[in-house]
């Protein structure tokens, strides 16, 4: 956990600047360069990309699975609301990185 080197506000791992004072935390002190946050920013979104596919998969086999409770038994039926829950929570988090992709690239051009 970092700490700002100006008040000593606890700090999120990938912040640029501080939540208390302001400070701008990027430069030589901090080791953030411009290129490692356009890495966090590019990390972000790929993970966001990886949990949509995620998401567009698992509901894809849940609503599959689930049709097929129609016409089979129960157990497929649960797997398949199981699957839509997963895939919901994989939205969720792609959501989260993309946040933070967005929280990154905003925090670049102060
Ligand atoms: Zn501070």
Same mark, same amino acid.
């Given at each position: 956990m970092a700490h700002c080197?100006?008040? #000593?506000? &606890?700090l999120d791992e990938d912040a640029i600047v501080c939540s208390a004072c302001g400070a701008s935390l990027v430069g030589?002190?901090?080791g953030w360069q411009e290129l490692q946050i356009q890495e966090k920013i590019d990390e972000a979104k790929h993970r966001a990309n990886i949990h949509t596919i995620s998401a567009i998969v698992l509901?894809?086999? #849940?609503?599959?699975? #689930?049709?097929v409770l129609?016409?089979?038994s129960n157990a497929i039926g649960?797997? #398949?609301v199981a699957f839509v829950c997963l895939g919901i929570g994989c939205t969720a988090s792609a959501g989260r990185h993309e946040l933070?992709? &967005? &929280?990154?690239?905003?925090?670049?051009?102060?």
């Open positions: 080197q100006y008040c #000593g506000q &606890r030589e002190n901090t509901v894809t086999i #849940g609503i599959v699975a #689930g049709s129609c016409i089979s649960l797997f #398949g933070k992709a &967005r &929280r990154l690239k905003k925090q670049l051009k102060l």
